[in-house]
């Protein structure tokens, strides 16, 4: 099983500021990683796939790099509606593997 | 766009069963990838089960394999997950998502219903 790591488990950040977000897989997976965004009481969102490419509607603020083993989010400005729970998962390999999540909270 | 609605969660006793189902709409159903995905209360998320579009793939987690069943009805637009012989660790909010259906053997999770929440307790 492959296993996803994000880090940090907290990002404190201040509205109108960037945030970078980390998620490391324990083997390679090529792009076949997605970020999904989850508020609290809601389903998860898909935010960005093929480690890249934003979802439909999803803000350009937003923008995922990375391949292999290393992905990173980017929130470029966070909004006030930014603050939520984001999860990497990597779709390469069975079982599909979801990191523990990245809580990014108003600093 | 597309939509998934769940239903069938609820209290059930440890070893006991219980039936999910999501209803679909908005897309052409039998043409896509599904999964249940789970959340146990204030934790992350869990996939537990995949099935092809014809109902012939199956995939699932170790923690459920042998104790629930992925079906679907492409007639009814709908999936189902058989859970038998529950646990208490089974408790969780149980998510329908649908695959992107844009790469082989499987995609990203592009449209997710709003949950079920399944409760195992005596």
């Known amino acids: 099983e492959i296993v996803m790591t994000q880090s940090p488990a907290t990002l404190p950040v201040s509205p109108g500021e960037r945030a970078t977000l980390s998620c490391r897989a324990s083997?390679?997976?090529?792009?076949?990683l997605a970020w999904y965004q989850q508020k609290p009481g809601q389903a998860p969102r898909l935010l960005i796939y093929?480690?890249?490419t934003r979802a439909t509607g999803i803000p350009a603020r937003f923008s995922g790099s990375g391949s292999g083993t290393e992905f990173t989010l980017t929130i470029g400005s966070l909004q006030s509606e930014d603050f939520a729970v984001y999860y990497c998962?990597?779709?390469?390999?069975?079982?599909?593997?979801f990191g523990q999540g990245t809580k990014v909270e108003i600093k | 766009e597309g939509q998934l609605v769940e239903s069938g969660g609820g209290l059930a006793q440890p070893g006991g069963s219980l039936r999910l189902s999501c209803a679909a709409s908005?897309?052409?159903?039998?043409?896509?990838?599904m999964n249940w995905v789970r959340q146990a209360p204030g934790k992350g998320l869990e996939w537990i089960s995949y099935?092809?579009?014809?109902?012939?793939?199956?995939y699932y987690a170790d923690s459920v394999k042998g104790r629930f069943t992925i079906s679907r009805d492409n007639a009814k637009n709908s999936l189902y997950l058989q859970m038998n012989y529950l646990r208490a660790e089974d408790t969780a909010i149980y998510y329908c998502?649908?695959?992107?259906?844009?790469?082989?053997?499987?995609?990203?999770?592009?449209?997710w219903g709003q949950g079920t929440m399944v409760t195992v307790s005596s």
């Open positions: 998502t649908r695959d992107r259906g844009l790469r082989f053997d499987g995609d990203a999770f592009d449209i």
């Open positions: 908005g897309f052409t159903f039998n043409t896509y990838e």
């Open positions: 099935v092809g579009s014809t109902g012939k793939t199956i």
């Open positions: 083997q390679t997976i090529s792009s076949n």
């Open positions: 093929g480690a890249s």
């Open positions: 998962q990597q779709y390469n390999h069975w079982p599909r593997t």
